[in-house]
């Protein structure tokens, strides 16, 4: 029997006085997709965050590819385990956030060329693939400004792939998207479940869920209110809430 | 405007014939200006410059040698009658009169001596007649002449280097002296002409007249004293005289130095560091109470000889004082100088009270400003013509009127400054009507342009459109305006040359010393770069440190932001070099003032860091830690290249600001730009001039870095939207 690849226990989050994350477990196997949806402000990113510790949460344990961390544990030995961590986890943000003053070539082979040491070559090799990949070949040279919001987030992810992660974290890839660009997106992230890639995706975008995700989680209030399989938890809800943020986005 | 007039030409006739009459026009005021400069034949505004003067005991006559050969002879008693004696066929370098004006002598570069009759020559009108007599070396120009006072010894120093001492009533050479090692520039007799002194080199030769027997040698100081560092050292010998008393023998170097010596002595009496620049003439007056001195630095000073004390100044001139005398007292000083004046001067209340110049034409300072007109109008003719031609179409009035007033404005004003001659208008108009041929033509021009057919509405042939026609109207419009902007410039620089040459700029002075002042802008530009690279570096830590959250970090920099903007630069650069040996560390002056102001500067920068780093998005951060960069491989690799492009352009503003104050740093005796300026400015009295180089130098780098900090934003902000 395989192991989860990310065990989340009893995670929570405070802002100040606020509770953002109250709570939560969550394990999520090999090439699992989890979508997580949930109304605005229920704690989703901050959830997200947390994985890779973007937020250093408050309580609780994280453990990703049996790289386990607690929450809050002072020293360099903590500091060290989030730097692997990061390695293991890819993330795509709503906002792309590609680094302006390099070219899509240059976005991809920045961290695998300062984190990993690869050598140069090896990584220019890797990036050419990746960029054929998510079908950018001939952007290699051009600089973010110059490409379209949905090839931004293209090398974006490219730009996580580079770093051969265990598991994606997608915070909402497509909502900064025109939406006749969202297409090309949900396609190469089709194509990444399709691969095996274990991902944990934040999104509003319902086909997806219903084809891709394995478990779609609905979060509310920061906690998770129900979770379960595509087609039972879309189509039949058993929780009041549920049933009312579904009526509203579908 | 008849608008129907033009409507069916695309580029009327009268607009090609107008374009090409201006161009014309400009093309010939183009070339009579750069031929006047390059020291062509047509000089509308001509005087030869003095080379030598004197004046008669009784203070009558003033004869003046001068370059084109000529002696001009005035008569002051008779309203400065004027006569003009041809006889040398060069230059004429010396002028003297016996002491009953009687006679007048006169060398020059032809290698003549000649003696004229007073008398003859007053009575003989006009033309003044035929030398009296006619002595020739055939050994070269005669450079200098000095006349005992009863007229009976002459003696001369030819380029040769051989001092002569002729008698001019057989007209034989007695003795010839020399030539000596060195160059002998002056030369003196004295009154009762027993004595002939000649500077050679450094020292003053003195021997007797008719023996050529050698009796003193002034060197320097008396053996035993001081000699190091006093006035007139290692100065060579340009002017002497002897006192008519026979104590003393005055002398002038190139130095500017003035020195008494008592002959018996051998000694020096005073000594005075009198002119800026190499001193041409001195003289004593009849009673050896005064002293004249005439200088390179354009001035006259006035010394009591006993004791040396300053007794007068008198400016005025617009170039090297040649020549000086005394008149009837004392208190009468004649002057002649290379601008081709002679000038009567009051010694008691130190002005001018008299001016001739040595030929009957324009003065010579409109000479220079009507061709520095000529010049510029030329240029501008040039450019509007072209734009005419460019745009097809005459709007403005303004522009041709732009360039005729300068032209108008030279011919005009040097015309009504001939009035100032008692001539009359018939020579006048013999000296003058090149002008009034140009403003005939210039008033033609003027008119026919008002002519309605010219004023012809904007064409755009190739235009079928109206939406062409409308923007190719704009882009014509454009191209005006930008002719109009680029006259002004023009029209500005001329304007400002003008008038600075009105005043005297001395632009033979500027181009000699040019390369000495440049000299010292490869340190200006050496001591900015240090001094930004320096303030670079501060400003980065001042920034990280004041965006840190570590108090202490924090707490210094924001102090040294304090402390370094709360006070004067200049104060700041008086402590690095002046302040801080009292601590006991000792800063080179070029050291110092790289640290004042690099520690200065990057005060002022911390704040364009922080901004910049500031300004990176918080995404950036996120996007480089989820990669699993670390901090200082985000900062590095992410943060500090983004926040670059946007602190670039504002620290080239500070490196051109940079640039300019860097002149502060001259107050430290760093011998940069301004310093050099400064000093030669100072020793020549010509501070207008180095400083305009020294502006300009600023000015023209400011301009080029500008150019440069442009294509470099340009290329830093490769990655942003376009
Ligand atoms: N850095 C922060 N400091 C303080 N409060 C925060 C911070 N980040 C998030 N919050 C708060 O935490 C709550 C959850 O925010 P989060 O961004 O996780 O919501 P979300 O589910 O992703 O919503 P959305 O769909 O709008 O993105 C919100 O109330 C938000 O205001
Ligand atoms: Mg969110």
């Known amino acids: 029997m395989t192991e989860p690849i990310i065990k989340v226990h009893g995670l929570h989050k405070y802002f100040g006085p606020l509770h953002v994350i109250k709570g939560v477990d969550l394990e999520v196997m090999p090439r699992e997709v989890v979508v997580i949806i949930g109304p605005s402000g229920a704690g989703k990113s901050t959830f997200l965050r947390c994985l890779n510790f973007l937020e250093e949460p408050s309580d609780g344990t994280v453990e990703i590819d049996g790289v386990e961390i607690r929450a809050r544990e002072p020293g360099r030995e903590h500091r060290r385990r989030i730097q692997e961590i990061r390695q293991k986890a890819g993330m795509v943000f709503q906002q ?44 290699r040279d051009e600089y973010p400004s110059r490409l379209s919001g949905g090839q931004q987030q293209r090398v974006a992810i490219a730009r996580a792939l580079a770093m051969e992660p265990k598991i994606m974290l997608f915070d909402e890839p497509t909502s900064a998207l025109d939406p006749e660009l969202i297409g090309e997106v949900v396609e190469v992230m089709e194509r990444l479940a399709n691969e095996g890639m274990t991902m944990v995706v934040v999104t509003h975008e319902m086909h997806f869920a219903r084809d891709v995700a394995d478990r779609i989680i609905f979060m509310d209030e920061g906690v998770w209110v129900e979770m379960g399989p595509p087609d039972e938890l879309l189509t039949n809800p058993k929780e009041e809430r549920t049933k009312r943020f579904l009526a509203h986005i579908l | 405007m008849d608008i129907s007039t033009g409507s069916h030409l695309p580029l009327s006739r009268a607009m090609k014939l107008l374009c090409l009459l201006v161009a014309l026009t400009a093309g010939l005021s183009l070339l009579y200006g750069i031929q006047y400069y390059a020291g062509g034949p047509l000089r509308l505004a001509v005087t030869s410059p003095v080379y030598d003067l004197a004046v008669s005991g009784d203070g009558n006559l003033v004869a003046a040698g001068a370059q084109d050969g000529a002696i001009r002879l005035w008569n002051i008693a008779n309203g400065w009658n004027m006569l003009t004696l041809a006889g040398h066929t060069g230059p004429v370098t010396g002028v003297a009169f016996d002491s009953s004006a009687s006679t007048l002598f006169s060398v020059g570069q032809d290698g003549k001596v000649l003696i004229w009759d007073v008398q003859t020559v007053l009575s003989a009108g006009s033309t003044g007649g035929q030398a009296k007599k006619v002595l020739a070396t055939a050994d070269g120009p005669l450079n200098s002449l000095a006349v005992a006072a009863n007229g009976s010894l002459l003696a001369t120093i030819g380029k040769d280097g051989i001092v002569r001492v002729w008698d001019p009533e057989s007209g034989q050479v007695l003795q010839a002296i020399g030539p000596g090692e060195s160059t002998k520039l002056a030369v003196a007799l004295s009154h009762d002409g027993t ?30 004293e001081e000699t190091e560092g006093q006035p007139g050292q290692g100065e060579k010998v340009t002017a002497l005289a002897f006192s008519p008393d026979g104590n003393y023998l005055a002398s002038g170097s190139d130095g500017g130095t003035v020195l008494i010596w008592d002959i018996e002595k051998s000694k020096v009496a005073w000594a005075t560091k009198g002119h800026l620049a190499s001193v041409t003439k001195v003289v004593f007056d009849a009673s050896s109470e005064y002293l004249l001195s005439s200088g390179a630095d354009n001035y006259v000073r006035r010394w009591r000889v006993s004791g040396g004390k300053f007794a007068g100044l008198f400016g005025g001139h617009l170039g090297t004082v040649t020549s000086v005398a005394f008149g009837a007292d004392a208190d009468t000083i004649i002057s002649g100088g290379s601008d081709g004046s002679v000038r009567l001067w009051d010694g008691v209340n130190q002005l001018e009270r008299h001016l001739v110049w040595t030929r009957l034409g324009l003065m010579p300072v409109w000479g220079t400003v009507l061709a520095a007109w000529m010049l510029g109008s030329g240029l501008l003719g040039l450019v509007l013509a072209w734009g005419l031609w460019r745009v097809h179409t005459w709007g403005h009035l303004g522009s041709l009127a732009l360039y005729t007033i300068g032209p108008l404005f030279s011919i005009v004003l040097p015309l009504l400054e001939t009035t100032a001659y008692p001539i009359s208008w018939s020579v006048r108009l013999n000296i003058a009507w090149p002008l009034i041929l140009l403003l005939v033509w210039y008033i033609f021009l003027v008119a026919y342009i008002r002519h309605d057919a010219i004023a012809i509405p904007y064409q755009a042939p190739e235009a079928t459109s109206l939406a062409e026609q409308l923007m190719a109207a704009r882009r014509s419009g454009n191209i005006r305006f930008g002719l109009f902007v680029m006259a002004t410039w023009l029209f500005i620089f001329i304007l400002l040359f003008s008038v600075l040459r009105r005043f005297g700029l001395d632009i033979a002075f500027m181009r000699k010393w040019l390369p000495f002042i440049m000299g010292g802008a490869g340190l200006t530009m050496f001591i900015s770069a240090a001094a930004i690279a320096l303030a670079t570096i501060l400003a980065l830590i001042g920034a990280l440190a004041r965006l840190s959250n570590n108090p202490a970090a924090n707490g210094i920099s924001g102090f040294y932001i304090s402390l370094i903007r709360g006070t004067p630069l200049l104060v700041q650069i008086f402590i690095w070099y002046l302040a801080l040996p009292q601590l006991g560390i000792t800063l080179e002056p070029k050291l110092a003032g790289i640290l004042a102001l690099g520690v200065n500067y990057g005060a002022y920068m911390t704040e364009i860091f922080r901004a910049g780093i500031q300004a990176i998005g918080i995404g950036q951060y996120e996007a480089a830690h989820a990669l699993g960069m670390s901090s200082s491989q985000t900062f590095r690799r992410i943060v500090m290249p983004q926040a670059l492009r946007i602190v670039i352009p504002p620290i080239g503003n500070e490196f051109i600001a940079m640039m300019k104050d860097s002149a502060l740093v001259s107050m430290i005796t760093v011998q940069e730009l301004t310093f050099r300026a400064q000093k030669l400015g100072r020793q020549n009295f010509r501070n207008l001039e180095t400083f305009l180089i020294a502006a300009a130098f600023y000015w023209i780098l400011t301009i080029v870095f500008q150019f440069f900090q442009g294509k470099l934003e340009t290329y830093m902000a490769r990655g942003e939207r376009r």
């Open chain 2, 195 to 224: 004595l002939v002194a000649a500077g050679d080199g450094e020292q003053i030769q003195i021997w007797e007249a008719r023996t050529g027997i050698s009796l003193h040698r002034l060197e320097g100081y008396v053996e035993g």
């Open chain 1, 96 to 139: 792309f956030n590609l680094f302006p003053h390099m070219t899509a070539l240059g976005n991809i082979i920045e961290a695998p060329i300062t984190v990993k040491k690869m050598p140069e070559e090896k990584a220019i090799a890797k990036a050419e693939e990746l960029l054929a990949w998510v079908g950018l070949s001939e952007k």
